[in-house]
C-alpha cells in the first residue's frame, strides 16, 4: 500500500503545513520529513510571529513595573496562565506555575511536595516506562529522606500492568507517579483508572503529562490526579516553557522551593512570608516572551481543533505502522492498544544511531537512542531504539518517504 492509494481526509494538512516555516526546509538537498516531534515540536508562524511582536512592541518585565509596557506584558504573561487554565480545564488559574518544562515541574514536586513530607521506609512509586523526568528527582529526594523508589512493570506490548500498579500502592508509598503517555512506546495510561485507586487510598498521584497534552485534549479534573506536569516545546510552544498543575489544597501546604524576588509578601531578616501560589512558586523574572509564544500555540491548537487532529494522527499511526511492517526484520517496540504516534523499533542486523545517521542524509530526521528511558531499554534488553514521532502536520506522503529511505540505508547497511 502507498499513501496514493489511501482515502484523503478532509484535514486539510497541506495548508497546515504552510503555517510551519521550517517545513519547508530542505536537508542534505532532500525535502525535510520531521519525525522527532517528540523530542520537539516544529513552530508555527503564529508563535514566532507573537514572540517577535512581544519583543518589537511589548518588552517589559513583569509584575514590576506600572508603566504601560510593564503592564502590557504582563497582561500577555498572566493571559497564558488563563489560558492553559482553560486549555487542561483546571479549577483556578491559581492551580498553574508556569515553568521551564516538566524537567522543572516534576523537581518542584520533588523539592517541595516530596521531600518535606518523606521518611525512612517510605515509598515513591513510578512505573518502568517513565522518563528519567519522572525518575531520578524521586530517586534524589529519595536518597536524602531515606525512601525507595519502586517501579510498577509492563507488559512486553508495552502497556502498563495496572492491577500490578494498584497492589504496589501500599500505605508506604507517599506519592504515585506515571506518564499519561510513553514518549518511546505511545502508549496510552488509564490515568483515570489509576488515580481512583489512588485517591480511594488517599495517595497523591503526578501524571507526567508531556507526550499527551499535544495530541489530546486534556481535562486534570476529569482525571482525578493530583499533579500534572508538562512542557510547552513539545506542544506548538518554544523552549523554556511549561506548567505544573497542582491542587490547590497542595500549593498552599507546599513550600517554595527557589527563593527570590517575585515570590515574596515581605521580607525581613527576621522572617520572610510569601506570595500567594502561584507565585509563590515563581521566583525571578521568567520565560516572558515564551509564554507569549505559548498563548499563541494554544490558539492555533484550538483552531484545529483536537478531534480533527486525532483523527489524522492516528490515520498516519496506522499508515506508518502498517507500511513499516512490510520491511523485514523490523520490529516495532510498543504495541499497546491505545497509542499516540509515536513508534519506535529495531531493525535485525543494523545499529539504530546508524540508521538515523543515514536516514538524516535522506532528509528524514528521526531520533536513535535510548529516549532518557533506560530502565525502559533495560526491559527490553537494548541499548537504543529508534523512534518516529509524528504530528498532524505530516503527511501519508512523508510516511512513504520515510519507509523508502528505510528500505535504502538498510540495504547500504548489509
Ligand atoms: N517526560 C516525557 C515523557 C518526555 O517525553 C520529556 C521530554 N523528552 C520530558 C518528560 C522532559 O521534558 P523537558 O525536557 O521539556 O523538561
Known amino acids: 500500500m502507498t499513501a496514493t492509494t489511501s482515502t484523503p481526509t478532509d484535514f486539510d494538512v497541506r495548508r497546515i503545513r504552510a503555517d510551519f516555516p521550517l517545513l519547508a526546509r530542505r536537508v542534505h538537498g532532500k525535502p525535510l520529513v520531521y519525525l522527532d516531534n517528540a523530542n520537539t515540536s516544529q513552530k508555527p508562524l503564529a508563535v514566532i510571529e507573537a514572540m517577535n511582536t512581544h519583543y518589537r512592541e511589548h518588552n517589559a518585565n513583569v509584575s514590576r513595573a506600572v508603566h504601560q509596557l510593564g503592564e502590557e506584558a504582563t497582561a500577555a504573561y498572566e493571559g497564558t496562565r488563563d489560558k492553559l487554565a482553560r486549555f487542561i480545564n483546571a479549577d483556578s488559574r491559581d492551580e498553574l506555575i508556569l515553568t521551564s518544562g516538566t524537567t522543572q515541574s516534576t523537581n518542584l514536586v520533588a523539592y517541595s511536595y516530596a521531600l518535606p513530607r518523606l521518611q525512612a521506609g517510605d515509598t515513591i512509586l513510578t512505573s518502568v516506562m517513565e522518563h528519567h523526568a519522572n525518575i531520578v528527582p524521586w530517586q534524589l529526594v529519595a536518597a536524602r529522606s531515606g525512601a525507595t523508589?519502586?517501579?510498577?512493570?509492563?507488559?512486553?506490548?508495552?502497556?502498563?500492568?495496572?492491577?500490578?500498579?494498584?497492589?504496589?500502592?501500599?500505605?508506604?508509598?507517599?506519592?504515585?507517579?506515571?506518564?499519561?503517555?510513553?514518549?518511546?512506546?505511545?502508549?496510552?495510561?488509564?490515568?483515570?483508572?489509576?488515580?481512583?485507586?489512588?485517591?480511594?487510598?488517599?495517595?497523591?498521584?503526578?501524571?507526567?503529562?508531556?507526550?499527551?497534552?499535544?495530541?489530546?485534549?486534556?481535562?486534570?479534573?476529569?482525571?482525578?490526579?493530583?499533579?500534572?506536569?508538562?512542557?510547552?516545546?513539545?506542544?506548538?510552544?518554544?523552549?523554556?516553557?511549561?506548567?505544573?498543575?497542582?491542587?490547590?489544597?497542595?500549593l498552599e501546604a507546599m513550600p517554595p522551593f527557589f527563593g527570590g524576588g517575585e515570590m515574596i509578601r515581605e521580607v525581613r531578616f527576621s522572617a520572610t512570608t510569601f506570595?500567594?501560589?502561584?507565585?509563590?512558586?515563581?521566583?525571578?523574572?521568567?520565560?516572558?516572551?515564551?509564554?507569549?509564544?505559548?498563548?499563541?500555540?494554544?490558539?492555533?491548537?484550538?483552531?484545529?481543533?483536537?478531534?480533527?487532529?486525532?483523527?489524522?494522527?492516528?490515520?498516519?499511526?496506522?499508515?506508518?505502522?502498517?507500511?513499516?511492517?512490510?520491511?523485514?526484520?523490523?520490529?516495532?517496540?510498543?504495541?499497546?492498544?491505545?497509542?499516540?504516534?509515536?513508534?519506535?523499533?529495531?531493525?535485525?542486523?543494523?545499529?539504530?544511531?546508524?540508521?538515523?545517521?543515514?536516514?538524516?542524509?535522506?532528509?528524514?530526521?528521526?531520533?536513535?537512542?535510548?529516549?532518557?528511558?533506560?530502565?525502559?531499554?533495560?526491559?527490553?534488553?537494548?541499548?537504543?531504539?529508534?523512534?518516529?514521532?509524528?504530528?498532524?502536520?505530516?503527511?501519508?506522503e512523508e510516511m512513504d518517504a520515510f519507509v523508502a529511505a528505510l528500505l535504502k540505508v538498510r540495504r547500504l547497511l548489509r
Request: aromatic fraction near 8%; include cysteine.
Open 149 to 250: 523508589v519502586k517501579a510498577a512493570p509492563i507488559s512486553e506490548r508495552g502497556e502498563l500492568i495496572v492491577e500490578q500498579y494498584i497492589d504496589l500502592l501500599t500505605p508506604e508509598v507517599k506519592l504515585a507517579c506515571v506518564t499519561h503517555v510513553s514518549n518511546v512506546l505511545g502508549t496510552v495510561n488509564p490515568v483515570r483508572e489509576i488515580a481512583k485507586a489512588c485517591r480511594k487510598r488517599g495517595i497523591p498521584l503526578l501524571v507526567d503529562g508531556s507526550q499527551a497534552v499535544p495530541h489530546r485534549p486534556v481535562d486534570v479534573q476529569a482525571l482525578g490526579c493530583d499533579f500534572y506536569a508538562f512542557t510547552g516545546h513539545k506542544m506548538l510552544a518554544p523552549t523554556g516553557t511549561g506548567a505544573l498543575w497542582a491542587k490547590a489544597e497542595h
Open 275 to 396: 506570595a500567594a501560589p502561584p507565585h509563590k512558586f515563581e521566583a525571578g523574572t521568567p520565560n516572558i516572551a515564551g509564554f507569549v509564544g505559548m498563548s499563541a500555540a494554544i490558539d492555533y491548537y484550538q483552531s484545529l481543533g483536537f478531534e480533527a487532529i486525532q483523527a489524522w494522527e492516528q490515520q498516519l499511526l496506522a499508515y506508518a505502522t502498517e507500511r513499516l511492517h512490510e520491511i523485514p526484520g523490523l520490529r516495532i517496540i510498543g504495541e499497546a492498544a491505545e497509542k499516540e504516534p509515536v513508534i519506535s523499533f529495531l531493525i535485525d542486523g543494523a545499529q539504530a544511531t546508524d540508521l538515523a545517521t543515514l536516514l538524516d542524509l535522506e532528509g528524514v530526521a528521526v531520533r536513535s537512542g535510548h529516549h532518557c528511558a533506560h530502565p525502559l531499554m533495560q526491559f527490553y534488553g537494548v541499548p537504543a531504539t529508534l523512534r518516529a514521532s509524528l504530528a498532524f502536520y505530516n503527511t501519508l
